[in-house]
């Protein structure tokens, strides 16, 4: 069987893909086992940008058991890495009900980025937001940017103009 590795997180369906099925009718026999390969009708799941909601479990362990608890929230796509997705959560209570922060649940990630499967995720009927590919600003949420508190800006970047004008005396030459 040979590993397609583009096909990874691929929207259109492996079954009817035609540049599949031409790419396995023209190794067959060949001993190729994986492959890696341009194709230009490659459609990601989930797009940069765009909104989401995400099933994630909650693992509470006492000195006998350990227990599951299932949560959902809800996020914005940063970018496809490898066979997952980066989303930054939104902070705030989860949206299964249990009413625990964000937070409190990715303790270990103060920007709430997080790596997500794309089996766990769907998509939210909200506009997309533009993402900053430098700083990871999310346009219309909250500034988590990694770059708080220091005096210069990356070229490119969308966060809000008043962020640009604090350090505009710095930038004068």
């Not at 190729?32 to 990601?44: D, G």
């Not at 599951?68 to 959560?89: C, D, N, S, W």
């Not at 705030?92 to 990715?106: L, N, P, R």
């Amino acid at each position: 069987m040979t590993h397609y590795a583009t096909c990874i997180n691929c929207a259109v369906d492996a079954v009817s893909c035609q540049r599949r099925q031409n790419l396995r009718a023209a190794l067959k026999g060949s001993g190729v086992y994986s492959l890696k390969f341009k194709c230009a009708e490659r459609q990601q799941m989930f797009s940069a940008g765009q909104r989401v909601e995400f099933d994630w479990s909650l693992w509470e362990r006492d000195e006998y058991d350990s227990s599951e608890l299932p949560m959902v929230f809800h996020g914005t796509v940063i970018r496809e890495r490898g066979a997952k997705f980066v989303v930054q959560v939104d902070s705030g209570k989860d949206a299964s009900g249990e009413g625990i922060e964000a937070s409190e649940v990715f303790k270990k990630n103060d920007q709430l980025l997080i790596k997500v499967r794309p089996a766990k995720m769907r998509a939210l009927d909200e506009a997309p937001r533009a993402v900053c590919s430098t700083c990871y600003h999310v346009e219309g949420g909250e500034d988590r940017c990694y770059q708080n508190g220091t005096d210069w800006m990356p070229n490119g970047c969308i966060r809000p103009a008043f962020h640009k004008n604090e350090e505009s005396d710095h930038d004068q030459f």
